[in-house]
C-alpha cells in the first residue's frame, strides 16, 4: 500500500520587535462567464399549441421567450393571451423579420418554433438562416418534397433545422416498438381515434405505416386484394388504417400485430397538448447545435 505525504509552505515574516510570525496565504479564484439563455421565437404563438409552448420555454431553464408571431391577437401581450398573471411585456407581431431584426441584435443564440403551415415554412426557415437563428419545425403534413429543399438550403448554408413529424415522445417510442415487432410478424394494422374528420389517415398514422414499410416485407398477405371500404385505407406495404371519429374522443393510435396464436398490440393516447413540450423542449436544446436538418426528433432519444 502506497502512503501519501503532503507539505504545506507559508511565507513567514519575522517582527524583529516582536518576534511574530505571520502566515500569508493566496486565494485565487476564477469565475466562470454564464451562458445566456436560448431566445426562442414562437411561430403561431396564439394558436393551442403556440400558447402551450409559451408556457413550457417560460418554466424552462437556459431559454426564454424573445418573441411572438401570429395573425390573430396582434398588439396583445403574450403571456395574457396564455393565461398568465403577470404579462410577459412581448406583443403579438405579425412580421416574423422584424422579431427576428431585434433578437439578431442581442448577438444572442436564437431559435424559431414553426408550428405555421405547410405553405410557409420554407421561406420561414430561410428567413431565420438569414438572422442567423436555428429552426424547429413541428408542421404536420409537411410535403417530403419540402424537406428535401430544406435539407439541401440547410447543408449550404450550415445551419441547423430539426424538422419533427410528432413532438410526442410516447408516439416516438411506439414507432419504435411497431418497427421492432414488425420483424417477427406479419400481420399488421392500424387503428386510430380522433374528435375530428380533418386529416384522415392522421400524420401519424402514416408515419407509422410509412416507418413499417420498405423493410422487405409485405403484410396481411392473405387479405391484401380485398377492396371493402370497411376494411380500410392500405398505406404502404399492405398496412390497413382505420380512422375512428366522434366528438370527444381523446386523440389514439394502436398498432395490432398477429401471429400463430397471438395478437400483440401497442398503443398510444394523447389526453392534451402538453405531450408535446417534453419534446419541444428537447428539441430546442438540441438543434442550437445543428448544422444541417435532422429530420425526426427520435435521433435525439
Same mark, same amino acid.
Given at each position: 500500500?502506497?502512503?501519501?505525504? %503532503?507539505?504545506?509552505?507559508?511565507?513567514?515574516?519575522?517582527?524583529?520587535?516582536?518576534?511574530?510570525?505571520?502566515?500569508?496565504?493566496?486565494?485565487?479564484?476564477?469565475?466562470?462567464?454564464?451562458?445566456?439563455?436560448?431566445?426562442?421565437?414562437?411561430?403561431?404563438?396564439? $394558436?393551442?399549441? /403556440?400558447?402551450?409552448?409559451?408556457?413550457?420555454?417560460?418554466?424552462?431553464? %437556459?431559454?426564454?421567450?424573445?418573441?411572438?408571431?401570429?395573425?390573430?391577437? &396582434? %398588439?396583445?401581450?403574450?403571456?395574457?393571451?396564455?393565461?398568465?398573471?403577470?404579462p410577459l411585456e412581448i406583443p403579438i407581431?405579425?412580421?416574423?423579420?422584424?422579431?427576428?431584426?431585434?433578437?439578431?441584435?442581442?448577438?444572442?443564440? %436564437?431559435?424559431?418554433?414553426?408550428?405555421?403551415?405547410?405553405? =410557409?415554412?420554407?421561406?420561414?426557415?430561410?428567413?431565420?438562416?438569414?438572422?442567423?437563428? $436555428?429552426?424547429?419545425?413541428?408542421?404536420?403534413?409537411?410535403?417530403?418534397? =419540402?424537406?428535401?429543399?430544406?435539407?439541401?438550403?440547410?447543408?449550404?448554408?450550415?445551419? /441547423?433545422?430539426?424538422?419533427?413529424? =410528432?413532438?410526442?415522445?410516447?408516439?416516438?417510442?411506439?414507432?419504435?416498438?411497431?418497427?421492432s415487432a414488425s420483424f417477427h410478424y406479419?400481420?399488421?394494422?392500424? &387503428?386510430? *381515434?380522433?374528435?375530428?374528420?380533418?386529416?384522415?389517415? *392522421?400524420?401519424?398514422?402514416?408515419?407509422?405505416?410509412?416507418?413499417?414499410?420498405?423493410?422487405?416485407?409485405?403484410?396481411?398477405?392473405?387479405?391484401?386484394?380485398?377492396?371493402?371500404?370497411?376494411?380500410?385505407?392500405?398505406?404502404?406495404? /399492405?398496412?390497413? &388504417?382505420?380512422?375512428?371519429?366522434?366528438?370527444?374522443?381523446?386523440?389514439?393510435?394502436?398498432?395490432?400485430?398477429?401471429?400463430?396464436?397471438?395478437?400483440?398490440?401497442?398503443?398510444?393516447?394523447?389526453?392534451?397538448?402538453?405531450?408535446?413540450?417534453?419534446?419541444?423542449?428537447?428539441?430546442?436544446?438540441?438543434?442550437?447545435?445543428?448544422?444541417?436538418?435532422?429530420?425526426?426528433?427520435?435521433?435525439?432519444?
Amino acid at each position: 500500500m502506497a502512503a501519501l505525504y %503532503g507539505q504545506f509552505h507559508s511565507t513567514n515574516y519575522l517582527n524583529s520587535q516582536n518576534v511574530k510570525r505571520r502566515s500569508k496565504s493566496f486565494i485565487s479564484c476564477s469565475v466562470q462567464p454564464t451562458q445566456s439563455n436560448i431566445k426562442v421565437v414562437i411561430n403561431g404563438a396564439a $394558436k393551442e399549441i /403556440g400558447r402551450e409552448a409559451i408556457l413550457a420555454v417560460t418554466k424552462a431553464r %437556459g431559454m426564454e421567450v424573445a418573441g411572438a408571431v401570429d395573425t390573430y391577437h &396582434v %398588439g396583445e401581450d403574450i403571456g395574457q393571451v396564455c393565461g398568465l398573471e403577470e404579462p410577459l411585456e412581448i406583443p403579438i407581431i405579425n412580421d416574423l423579420t422584424m422579431v427576428l431584426g431585434s433578437i439578431s441584435q442581442s448577438k444572442a443564440i %436564437g431559435v424559431v418554433v414553426d408550428f405555421t403551415d405547410p405553405s =410557409t415554412v420554407y421561406d420561414n426557415v430561410k428567413q431565420a438562416t438569414a438572422f442567423g437563428m $436555428k429552426s424547429v419545425v413541428y408542421v404536420p403534413r409537411m410535403k417530403l418534397d =419540402t424537406v428535401a429543399a430544406l435539407s439541401a438550403f440547410c447543408e449550404k448554408a450550415s445551419m /441547423g433545422v430539426l424538422v419533427a413529424p =410528432t413532438l410526442s415522445i410516447g408516439s416516438i417510442l411506439l414507432q419504435q416498438a411497431a418497427i421492432s415487432a414488425s420483424f417477427h410478424y406479419s400481420n399488421v394494422e392500424i &387503428v386510430e *381515434s380522433k374528435d375530428d374528420a380533418s386529416d384522415l389517415p *392522421s400524420a401519424n398514422a402514416n408515419q407509422i405505416a410509412n416507418n413499417l414499410s420498405n423493410l422487405g416485407q409485405i403484410y396481411n398477405r392473405q387479405d391484401s386484394s380485398t377492396d371493402v371500404l370497411a376494411r380500410g385505407q392500405v398505406v404502404g406495404d /399492405g398496412i390497413r &388504417v382505420h380512422s375512428l371519429v366522434l366528438p370527444g374522443l381523446p386523440s389514439s393510435t394502436t398498432v395490432h400485430f398477429s401471429g400463430p396464436g397471438e395478437v400483440y398490440s401497442i398503443k398510444h393516447d394523447i389526453t392534451d397538448v402538453q405531450c408535446l413540450m417534453p419534446g419541444l423542449l428537447l428539441a430546442i436544446r438540441k438543434v442550437v447545435r445543428l448544422k444541417n436538418l435532422v429530420y425526426g426528433l427520435e435521433k435525439f432519444l
